[in-house]
Nanobody
Framework: QVQLVESGGGSVKAGVSLRLSCAVS????????MGWFRQGPGKEREFVAA???????FYADSVKGRFTISRDSAKNTVYLQMNSLKPEDTAVYYC????????????????WGQGTQVTVLS
């Protein structure tokens, strides 16, 4: 059984950094594509970042240059380092395990964590 557990969210002021963690069991992060998505209030869930099985990374334009996705094979954990946070980054952040298809589509992922809230205050 695949389980994803996010942690690291919180309420912070604009400009600071947070690091989200996603502890994965039942699937090896180093040989699977993993993604981070977010859902803001009243908005649809949207792609944030992905790390492919090859190690290649992709980002949404809105976070490029500020967020970094990475993985630790020994801990079987995926991270999202978020720098220079903005109020518009406020959302519930979800870690997801890829099934097939385009890496930035929600429908391409079949395993999801419970989400962690990030609130950025202006």
């Amino acid at each position: 059984q695949v389980q994803l557990v996010e942690s690291g969210g919180g309420s912070v002021k604009a400009g600071v950094s947070l690091r989200l963690s996603c502890a994965v069991s039942g699937r090896t992060v180093s040989s699977n594509t993993m993604g981070w998505f977010r859902q803001g209030p009243g908005k649809e869930r949207e792609f944030v970042a992905a790390i492919l099985w090859s190690g290649l990374t992709f980002y949404a334009d809105s976070v490029k240059g500020r967020f970094t996705i990475s993985r630790d094979s020994a801990k079987n954990t995926v991270y999202l380092q978020m720098n220079s946070l903005k109020p518009e980054d406020t959302a519930v952040y979800y870690c997801a395990g890829h099934r097939s298809g385009t890496y930035y589509l929600v429908a391409s992922y079949d395993y999801w964590g419970q989400g962690t809230q990030v609130t950025v205050l202006s």
